[in-house]
Structures are given as C-alpha cells and as structure tokens.
C-alpha cells in the first residue's frame, strides 16, 4: 500500500510539472527542436533542472542497499550501447519532432488536447506493441 | 533577443526530478513512462506490478490536471497523418530503446548510465533533424 501511494504521489508530482514546464505545448517543444529556425531553448531548463536533481539525489540513494519501502533496486538489465538502443532512440527522436509528444506529455495530453490524443495515442499503444514484439 | 529567464521550465524540471528521485528511493523504481506504460499494457510477466504502475499513470493525469488550464495556444488543425506516424514511430523507438525521455533522459542521466546519455544524444539529434526537416517542408 505504501509503495502505491509513493507511485501516486510520484506520478502527481510528475504530471504537474509536465504541464507548469510546458512540454504538454507540442509547438513549443517543437520550437525547442529547431535550433537553425525558430529557437525556443527554454526547454532545456525543463532537462536540466530534472537532471540536476536527479543527479544530485541519486549518490544519496543509491548508497543504501535497498530502498525505503522495497527489497532491492530495479535497475536496467542492459548497460551497452548496441545498435538496438541507437536504433531505438533514433527512431523514438523522429517521432517525437514529427509531432512535438514524448510519451508523458502524449499521455496528459488526453485532457489538454483531446482532439490529437484521440489520434496520437492509439498510434502510441500500436507502436509500443510493435516494438515489444520486434524486442521479444 | 532579451527574453524572461524560464522560470516556469526550470521550477517544471525541478518537479519531474523530485518526482524521479521519490520513485526512486522509496520504491526503487525508474520514472520512466514509456516503461511504465507499455509493462502494464504488455508485459504479462510482470502483472503483481500492475498496481504501482497504475497508480503512477492516474497520478501523472491528476498532477496534470491539477495545473490546467494551460495559458498556451492549442494546437488545431495539425495532420492526423504526422500524428499517427508520430505515435507509432514513438512506441516503435521507446519499446526498442528501452526508454524515453523520462527513463533516459531524466533518470538514466541522472545515474550517469552511459546508455542513457548516447540515447538522450541521439533521440535529441533526430529530433532536431526532423523538425528542421519538417519546418523546411510546412514553415
């Protein structure tokens, strides 16, 4: 129960921030895309504020040997870069400038702009399908 | 040109690594959606962890609604094809990388997975080059 409640505080606070930084604004993340035309670099204070904490909190945490309210860390079986993950983030980039969603703010979505997550999500769940087939 | 400094994006990105770090450190888990999302719609191996899952979803829906109105201009009137060929090639590379934005970009970073920064690199480089593409396309 109290593992739920941190992933629904988690989530709450995630999703709040996704929308205060902007990114659910597809143009504007499109414009932080295009630096040789219409620059808009403010999203780059959205990666690098996270990053920072992330970075910051991380030697903290990753000092215990457990976490707080389970058994071990669940941490990325993979750590090379092979031509799966080069493949995967090209093709995931491509996406993303194609129409300005990453899958969060492609999610939250669903409230701000119903008329293109009733379109872009269903694509994103056939997608994700797809590529858990090609991944098995 | 002189602009405001972003104060919104940066107090935003502050938040989602506060989010990342709780997940984190209580639960041991990596914030990362794409995961998230596609575990619980496909990964039959992993039903006991439904739940977390669910809940961070409904969250992440709450936390955005609780910030709404957005003061943005929506977006009309945009092509339903780039739309799905966006969400499909998004599925595609986020299930083959093994991640998005949120896992490697914020929590593989902030890890110092060296995975996690050549597909932040490169998800970013494509993207500036479709854009720039795009743009030169549909102005």
């Known amino acids: 129960m109290q593992r739920l409640i941190i992933a629904l505080i988690s989530g709450l606070i995630f999703g709040a921030g996704l929308v205060i930084s902007e990114m659910v604004n597809p143009v504007k993340v499109q414009d932080f895309l295009d630096p040789f035309g219409n620059w808009d670099a403010s999203l780059a204070f959205v990666m690098g504020g996270a990053v920072a904490v992330t970075l910051f909190t991380s030697r903290f945490i990753m000092k215990r040997k457990t976490p707080l309210f389970s058994d071990h860390f669940y941490m990325a079986v ?4 092979d031509r799966r993950l080069i493949l995967g983030a090209s093709l995931f980039g491509i996406g993303w400038g ?16 119903p008329s293109e997550a009733i379109v872009f999500l269903p694509a994103l769940i056939i997608g994700g399908w797809i590529g858990q087939r090609y991944s098995a | 040109m002189l602009e405001a400094f972003p104060i919104q994006p940066l107090i935003g990105g502050i938040l989602i690594g506060i989010s990342a ?3 984190l450190a209580f639960n041991g888990r990596i914030a990362g959606i794409s ?6 719609l496909f990964n039959p191996l992993s039903n006991s962890e439904s739940g977390w899952r669910i809940a961070f979803l409904l ?3 709450g936390g955005g609604y609780l910030m709404m109105p957005t003061e943005f201009e929506l977006r009309t009137g945009y092509s339903s094809i780039l739309l799905v060929v966006s969400g499909l090639a998004v599925g595609i590379g986020t299930r083959i990388g093994k991640g998005c934005t949120s896992g490697h970009g914020v929590c593989g970073i902030g890890l ?8 932040t690199v490169t998800f970013v480089a494509t993207g500036i080059i479709t854009v720039t593409v795009l743009r030169s396309f549909m102005p």
């Open chain 1, 78 to 81: 993979e750590i090379s870069i």
């Open chain 1, 98 to 113: 194609l129409s300005g969603y990453c899958p969060g703010p492609g999610i939250i979505n669903a409230m701000v702009n």
């Open chain 2, 21 to 23: 770090a709780l997940l």
């Open chain 2, 35 to 40: 995961g998230i999302l596609y575990n619980l």
């Open chain 2, 59 to 61: 969250g992440l829906l």
């Open chain 2, 112 to 119: 110092m997975a060296g995975r996690s920064v050549a597909a």
